[in-house]
């Protein structure tokens, strides 16, 4: 039986503007390989952040699924996603479902959430012909490089995340939630700390506060850990903010995120927070067989436009407890 081989054995090539790169070749059998070096490539990831290995050769989404699976043996079920995915496996997904031409901006995977993912898994089947690479940005030199009384207000106040789940954009309430029952979709609001309302249309509009800026469990790190901009107003496409506006009214959007106590985020403070994180962001593009994993809390993604097939499968595992991570403000609904 082989034994598990140490993380100092196993070295990741570090280069300004790339993530950390590990280069092996395993074309024969790629699942015995992740199980043998797992808690070696998990030490890797608490130390970087992420790590893109390179030379898997995965081909297909049973053998990348059988990857996924020894690496995260316990994946999470997506709930509370934004947009839909489709199921390869239980537990392993396709990426989320977005325009192509339309770049997906930082975050970090379903922050809103009281048990989001603490390790995100994305592996590449097919490589784009351009762009498409899932670019990643520490999220602590991202916190130190926002200014203090930012930082500050939403450390006080947390931030707000507001749903309104039609059938126009994202996904459905159905698809969310898991389910179509009216009173489980209430005990799970109730349970995860979720304000809701059934609008007369018979749509749900949701209200969920969270922790902007949280504590890594294991390094103790502050990270600037959210989606306040990604899921803002002004990160919508000009003509499609407009078009959503006009149909649904500017506090019935799909989606949107204010400060904690409800204020509205101007235009030029997400504007700052998208080049705050442009400026940090490192970027590797995507090689057909690649698997990346990323430390969800001390790292955020992004995914870029592209051009030409792309199919990349993910996986969540290790789910966080806010509460373990030291939130403030106490999270809570609204």
Known sequence: MPHPMPASLLEADLHPGKPPILHTDTPDDAPAWADEHHHALRTLVTEHGALLIRG?????????????????????????????????????????????????????????????????????????????????????????????????????????????????IGVSCTEAFGTDDRTAIEDYCRTHAIDFAWQSDGSLRTRQRRPAVTAHPVTGRRCWFNQIAFLNEWT?????????????????????????????IGEDIIRLLNDTYTAHTTREPWQSGDLMLVDNLRTAHSREAYQGPREVLVAMAEPLHLTDCTPTPEVSPR
Request: glycine letters at 6%; hydrophobic letters at 35%.
């Open 236 to 264: 919508i496409e000009p003509e499609i903010r407009e078009y959503l506006t006009d149909i649904h009214g500017a506090d019935h959007l799909p989606f949107n995120t204010r400060f904690g106590e409800g204020d509205p």
């Open 56 to 168: 898997l050769h995965l081909r297909d989404a049973d053998q990348a699924s059988a990857v996924l699976q020894h690496l995260a043996p316990a994946p999470m079920t997506d709930k509370e996603a934004f947009a839909p995915r489709r199921t390869y496996t239980p537990g392993v997904y396709s990426s989320s479902a977005w325009p192509a031409n339309q770049p997906m901006c930082m975050h970090h995977e379903l922050s809103y959430t009281l048990r989001p993912p603490g390790l995100m898994l994305f592996a590449c089947l097919t490589a784009p012909t351009t762009g498409g690479a899932t670019a990643i940005a520490d999220a602590s030199a991202v916190l130190q490089a926002l200014p203090s009384e930012l930082v500050h207000r939403f450390e006080q106040e947390g931030w707000l995340l507001t749903r309104t789940y039609n059938d126009e």
